[in-house]
């Protein structure tokens, strides 16, 4: 007789789960106040990644990690193909087309699991020393972080090249490096930052941060700015939020989400998101000191706190006028099945990484 191996539940996270549920059933239940098309879609998006979720949960990671390096230098060909053969959108080449189904896909957003399991995969192998990293170690980490963010920063998509660019220094500098190296990226940055923005940033990412400093802010924003302000402290009733109902606030659903969520439920339910965000985020954190010989799961846990808070950062700071705006979606909470699927896949990986680490044979039953 066979039964289902009960490690793999004892093992499974559930706290991140229980803290996740409540950023989906906020942000639907405010997506079908705003458009109940979207909202259904989104109920589609919400089953195909629970199946997603399942399937991702049950591949046996850790017996076939050789294989790893193999994924990432897909997603690598992947980011090349968009160069060679990618579909423009909005002036951005970023998607590839599915030949007979008529879909795109969009490789930046389905590397970020890659990315972070060849991190981990690298890291394991070459474990940080008492004093951490030097400059040689640093240099082969740097490789294959720099090359698939100039890639995607090709795009261009900047936004999400940066974000994977800082998550994975967050990581070499989460798991250890040596800080005479922290110290030489500040100075060098803060010296190639004109040549940067001269040189390297386009047109349109220009006009972007010149929105950000001018004294005027942008259109977006400032519709987002009356939005959060019309909210007071405890928000406004469905028919009373004129800004997103009648369509004023653009892209209510998306990019300015937060500034819709403000505008209905105010500083107290702005500042409720905030700390459920960052609970989540310290959660992730905290298994670097349950897990510190795992590097699996450290790079993991890191890598995906640091993608969600620099999402959730970058977003709500972008909504208020704090930053330049730039496409970075509110993590599980903005609209969109790419961006929302994608996290799923993430934390799948994490959770699975979890539930079979003491499982070397990867039999998901025994015999009684």
């Known amino acids: 007789m066979f039964i289902f191996d009960k490690r793999i539940i004892t093992h499974f996270n559930f706290e991140l789960i229980v803290l996740i549920l409540p950023l989906i059933f906020l942000s639907h239940h405010l997506i079908a106040e705003i458009n109940e098309i979207l909202a259904q879609k989104q109920l589609i998006y919400f089953t195909l990644s629970a199946f997603l979720f399942l399937i991702v949960f049950l591949f046996p990671f850790r017996k076939f990690n050789r294989f790893i390096p193999i994924l990432y230098w897909i997603g690598i060909f992947l980011l090349i193909c968009v160069e060679l053969f990618g579909v423009v959108k909005l002036g951005a080449r970023r998607w590839l087309e599915l030949p007979f189904i008529d879909m795109t896909i969009q490789p930046s957003e389905l590397f970020k699991p890659m990315f972070l399991l060849m991190l981990g995969f690298l890291i394991k192998n070459r474990p940080p020393p008492i004093d951490g990293y030097k400059i040689k170690d640093f240099l082969y980490f ?25 998550m994975g220094y967050g990581i070499l500098f989460i798991i250890g490096i040596d800080k005479k190296i922290v110290i030489s990226i500040i100075l060098i940055i803060g010296v190639s930052s004109p040549a940067i923005y001269t040189y390297l940033i386009k047109d349109y990412q220009k006009k972007r941060i010149v929105d950000f400093v001018s004294e005027k802010p942008s259109y977006h924003v400032q519709q987002s700015i009356i939005a959060i302000g019309s909210g007071g402290l405890t928000g406004k009733e469905k028919k009373e939020a004129t800004q997103t109902q009648l369509k ?21 339910g702005s500042a409720g998101l905030i700390i459920l965000y960052l609970l989540i985020i310290i959660h ?16 993991f846990a890191s890598g995906v706190g640091l993608l969600i808070f620099l999402n959730m950062s970058i977003n709500i700071l972008m909504v208020i006028g704090f930053a330049p705006v730039v496409g970075l979606p509110l993590p599980l909470f903005s609209y969109g099945g790419s961006s929302f699927l994608n ?18 044979s990867y039999d998901f039953v025994k015999k009684m």
Do not use: C, H, Q, W
Not at 142 to 155: D, M, Q, R, T, V
Not at 344 to 359: C, D, G, K, P, Y
């Open 142 to 166: 740097s490789f294959y972080i720099i090359l698939p963010f100039l890639l995607i920063a090709k795009e261009p998509d900047l936004g999400t090249a940066l974000v994977l660019l800082l």
């Open 248 to 268: 004023f606030l653009p892209i209510a659903t998306s990019d300015f989400i937060f500034a819709s969520f403000v505008e209905r439920y105010g500083f107290l």
């Open 284 to 299: 992730l954190l905290m298994f670097n000191y349950y897990f510190k010989k795992d590097y699996l799961i450290r790079v």
């Open 343 to 360: 996290f799923i896949v993430i934390i799948a990986v994490f959770e699975n990484l979890l539930a079979f680490r003491f499982l070397n």
